[in-house]
């Protein structure tokens, strides 16, 4: 399994992005588990962000609710993370994966990220 995200860059405080995690070698209608983005800032942990499970139900940490929306494209194989009203805080490198919808786990390893930069 496979699952590369993509979408980030380099933004202003208040800008917004869009990132996609594409997966390969499952289909993502068939995953009972959830989808889920998560990020690493430098120095921290990995921290779940958002995730969406097959029904479509989401759940979202604290400090992204209300600016990030999470959706998915089954169709396409493919998860989104929009995100709008970014803060400096929000910088970090985004990963995706498959795991609980309160993405305390994770099924697989941890594809190539991608970064989020946002400048004050």
């Known amino acids: 399994v496979q699952l590369q995200a993509s979408g980030g860059g380099l933004v202003q405080a208040g800008g917004s992005l869009r990132l996609s995690c594409a997966a390969s070698g499952i289909i993502f209608r068939t995953v009972a588990n959830a989808m889920g983005w998560y990020r690493q800032a430098p120095g921290n942990q990995r921290e779940p962000v958002a995730t969406?499970?097959?029904?479509?139900?989401?759940n979202y940490a604290d400090s992204v609710k209300g600016r990030f929306t999470i959706s998915r494209d089954d169709a396409k194989n493919t998860v989104y993370l929009e995100m709008n009203s970014l803060k400096p805080e929000d910088t970090a490198v985004y990963y995706c994966?498959?795991?609980?919808?309160?993405?305390?786990?994770?099924?697989?390893?941890w594809g190539q990220g991608t970064q989020v930069t946002v400048s004050s």
């Open positions: 969406i499970t097959s029904g479509g139900s989401t």
């Open positions: 994966n498959v795991g609980s919808s309160d993405g305390r786990w994770v099924r697989y390893s």
